[in-house]
C-alpha cells in the first residue's frame, strides 16, 4: 500500500479510537469555529521517511490530538484525566491494520491538551524493471524480432 493510502489509515484508525474510547465529537483537523466542546482534533504534525535495504523505506509519522474542554470550574482536572485516557486509548489502534504508538508525550493547555503520539510501518517501493528490447550480434537479429518480421 502507498503512504498516503496508511496515512488516511492511521488517520482513521486514531479518530475511530478516540469516538470509542470517549464518546466526544472528533474532528479530522483543526476545530471549526462554533463547535460542541468538549472536543477532539487530529492533525498530522510531522512525517519522515528513512530508507532500509534494498527497496524498503521506514515510515514515521507523528499525529497530533488536541483536547478542548468546555467551560467549565474543574478544566484542569478534566484535561488531566483525558490525557491519562489518551495513553490508554491510543497505544495501540486499527482493526485490519494494526498501529503501535512508538512515542507518545503531552502538553496541557489553557483550554485542554495536546497530545502528539508517533506511529511507524514500513513499506516497499515498487520500481518498474526496464524491458530488454531488441538485441543483434555480429548483425544477426538475436532477441525481440517477431519471427514474420523481416
Known amino acids: ?17 478516540l469516538k470509542e474510547g470517549f464518546s466526544l465529537p472528533v474532528y479530522g483537523e483543526r476545530v471549526p469555529q462554533k463547535t460542541k466542546v468538549p472536543c477532539f482534533s487530529v492533525t498530522v504534525e510531522e512525517t519522515t521517511q ?13 499525529l497530533k490530538v488536541r483536547y ?3 467551560e467549565e470550574n474543574d478544566k484542569k482536572e478534566t484535561a488531566a484525566a483525558v490525557a491519562d485516557g489518551l495513553y490508554e486509548v491510543l497505544w495501540l489502534v486499527g482493526s485490519a491494520e494494526r498501529f503501535g504508538a512508538r512515542s507518545m508525550s503531552h502538553t496541557m493547555t489553557e483550554d485542554g491538551v495536546d497530545f502528539f503520539v508517533t506511529y511507524g510501518w514500513q513499506i516497499i517501493v515498487e520500481q518498474q524493471e526496464a524491458l530488454m528490447e531488441r538485441l543483434e550480434y555480429n548483425g544477426e537479429k ?3 524480432y517477431e519471427e514474420n518480421e523481416v
Request: no cysteine; proline share 0%; net charge positive.
Open 1 to 17: 500500500m502507498e503512504r498516503k493510502d496508511m496515512m488516511t489509515l492511521l488517520k482513521r484508525a486514531v479518530i475511530q479510537a
Open 50 to 62: 528513512k530508507r532500509l535495504l534494498g527497496r524498503r523505506r521506514a515510515v514515521e509519522a507523528m
Open 68 to 70: 478542548t474542554g468546555a
Open 142 to 144: 538475436v532477441i525481440g
